[in-house]
């Protein structure tokens, strides 16, 4: 840009020694001249001044990338938490009269010679128990009052009953016992066993006694 500046001076110059030496030159195309080529040169300025002020380049940001990406932590929503007056559910109650009643079911009522009696070797004594059927089944006359473990005491370990017990009724049973004749504590387990084998009592009623001079 520059360059062209000085041409267009240095063509200025000539034309105006050129002109110099004829006098017949006109002063009004002379005054056309300068204003020609004063507008070149404000044309010329107006560029140069126009280059200058280009936009800079545009700045282009750079984009996040899996390098520069900042770290970013997942977050985590607490979970409700029960109070601890929430109240807890409450099972509900079952009545023993509610439970069904099982066919064949005995419940003792009574019975004498307490746990532990001390007896002579070889005395006798009566031992009785009043035993109720609380089931919902009859007891038959086949059914059995059996030894299963334990001291006889002399008695035969197996007695049918004999008669019917209905349910609610008591059943007594009555037995007469000789205490060994070897000094020691001794004990009879006996339970009411159906015409088929089944337990009436599966806990069984027992005699315990001691023999002792």
Known sequence: ???????????????????????????????TFQAALESALAATLQAESTAQQKPSPEVIEPSLTAETAPEVFPTFTPLPTVPASAPTQELPTVNPTDLPIPCYRAEMIS??????????????FTKIWVIRNTGVCEWTEKFTWTLVEGEDFGVPTEL??????????????????????????????????TNEGGSVTPLGFWVYIVSQN
Not at 7 to 25: D, P, R
Request: hydrophobic content about 40%; charged content about 20%.
């Open 160 to 193: 049918t009953l004999n008669r019917t017990v209905l349910p609610g009724e008591d059943l007594e049973v009555k037995l007469e016992m000789q205490t060994p004749l070897l000094e020691g504590g001794y004990k009879g387990t006996y339970q009411i066993l």
């Open 111 to 124: 019975e004498t010679i307490p746990d532990g009696t001390i007896f002579r070797p070889g005395e006798i």
């Open 1 to 31: 840009m520059k360059t062209r500046i000085i041409f267009l001076i240095f063509a200025a110059l000539l034309m105006l020694a050129g002109c110099g030496k004829s006098s017949e030159v006109d002063v009004s195309a002379t005054q």
